[in-house]
């Protein structure tokens, strides 16, 4: 990453006052790591003219036109807040072209079991993911932060206390290690 994660919430203020250079940092910082994110995660049926990179650029270009509607609390609160919005074009593209296909507008014919199936659910299982998911909302919008940073963005223990207001990198490494517990019971 190009600028560290601490002047996330400036740049965010920044952009809510039409901050055109701020707009362009914070574009630059996310677009990677949210590709990188979704790399995958848009199956391969469900790609037609635009690619993984297109979603994630129009997400972000979106997102920043409206930022007034954001609140920053910590600074892992806007990843988590674009992986959310991630998910939901990811969900509205496979709808989109699912429905597509069915009433014939497309001639390829798809040999997918379950055309719904990311690359990801396909690893995993699809009710693996649908539990993961649930899970993630039973804990505290800072223990989610934190365990989705580390567990599907790679952060760093010392990049995730930055991000999540924690005192230290391993106050961080505690904080993801109990709510990891707490996922896990709750995926049971």
Same mark, same amino acid.
Do not use: C
């Given at each position: 990453?190009?600028? !560290?994660?601490?002047?996330?919430?400036?740049? $965010?203020?920044?952009?809510?006052?039409?901050?055109?250079?701020?707009?362009?940092?914070?574009?630059?910082?996310? $677009?990677?790591?949210?590709?990188?994110?979704?790399?995958?995660?848009? !199956?391969?049926?469900?790609?037609?003219?635009?690619?993984?990179?297109?979603?994630?650029?129009?997400?972000? @270009?979106?997102?920043?036109?409206?930022?007034?509607?954001?609140?920053?609390?910590?600074?892992?609160?806007?990843?988590?807040?674009?992986?959310?919005?991630?998910?939901?074009?990811?969900? @509205?593209?496979?709808?989109?072209?699912?429905?597509?296909?069915?009433?014939?507008?497309?001639?390829?014919?798809?040999?997918?079991?379950? !055309?719904?199936?990311?690359?990801?659910?396909?690893?995993?299982?699809?009710?693996?993911?649908?539990?993961?998911?649930?899970?993630?909302?039973?804990?505290?919008?800072?223990?989610?932060?934190?365990? @989705?940073?580390?567990?599907?963005?790679?952060?760093?223990?010392?990049?995730?206390?930055?991000?999540?207001?924690? !005192?230290?990198?391993?106050?961080?490494?505690?904080?993801?290690?109990?709510?990891?517990?707490?996922?896990?019971?709750?995926?049971?």
């Amino acid at each position: 990453m190009n600028q !560290p994660l601490e002047s996330t919430a400036t740049l $965010l203020h920044r952009v809510a006052n039409d901050d055109e250079v701020a707009r362009e940092q914070l574009f630059r910082q996310f $677009l990677p790591v949210m590709t990188r994110w979704a790399h995958g995660r848009l !199956p391969e049926y469900a790609r037609d003219l635009s690619d993984t990179q297109d979603m994630v650029q129009l997400a972000l @270009m979106r997102t920043l036109e409206q930022i007034d509607q954001f609140d920053a609390l910590r600074e892992g609160a806007f990843l988590a807040y674009l992986r959310k919005i991630m998910l939901n074009n990811i969900r @509205m593209e496979i709808r989109r072209v699912t429905r597509r296909n069915r009433h014939g507008l497309d001639d390829v014919e798809h040999e997918l079991t379950d !055309p719904e199936a990311s690359v990801l659910s396909k690893v995993i299982g699809q009710d693996v993911l649908e539990q993961y998911e649930a899970a993630l909302m039973t804990l505290s919008a800072k223990a989610r932060e934190a365990v @989705m940073l580390r567990v599907e963005f790679g952060y760093t223990f010392e990049e995730i206390a930055m991000a999540t207001d924690t !005192p230290s990198a391993n106050s961080a490494r505690m904080l993801i290690s109990r709510s990891l517990v707490q996922l896990a019971e709750a995926m049971l």
